[in-house]
């Protein structure tokens, strides 16, 4: 949560560095009816993240931004281990 946090606090600071204006609405959340629903729809978002920041990392990469190349590989890394750590939880299901 705190990692997503700044990865929308950087990507929104550069943004407004390209000269464009950062979205304030959020990807709409997946309803879930139980607890476990609830953690496969975090492994879902997680998985998304790390796929899309993979993509814009490359994107920025193709742009010759290497720093913002770097910093999205870093959030690549981020969601990569928050999915691990949601496989992990559902492993062990139920807690
Ligand atoms: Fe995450």
């Known amino acids: ?3 997503e946090q700044l990865h929308a ?3 929104a600071n550069k943004i407004v560095a390209l000269g464009g204006e950062p979205t304030t609405e959020p ?3 997946q309803a ?9 729809a975090v492994l879902e978002a997680e998985g998304r993240a790390t796929l899309d920041y ?3 990392a490359k994107q920025a990469e193709e742009f010759g931004d290497k ?6 590989e870093d959030m690549v890394r981020d969601e990569s281990g928050h999915s691990e750590e949601t496989e992990r939880i559902l492993r062990d299901w139920p807690l």
Not at 67 to 72: F, I, K, N, R
């Open 32 to 40: 879930a009816e139980t607890n476990l629903e609830m953690v496969e």
């Open 54 to 56: 993979t993509e814009r």
């Open 67 to 72: 720093g913002l190349a770097v910093q999205l």
């Open 9 to 11: 606090q950087f990507l």
């Open 27 to 29: 990807r709409p959340v």
């Open 1 to 3: 949560m705190v990692d």
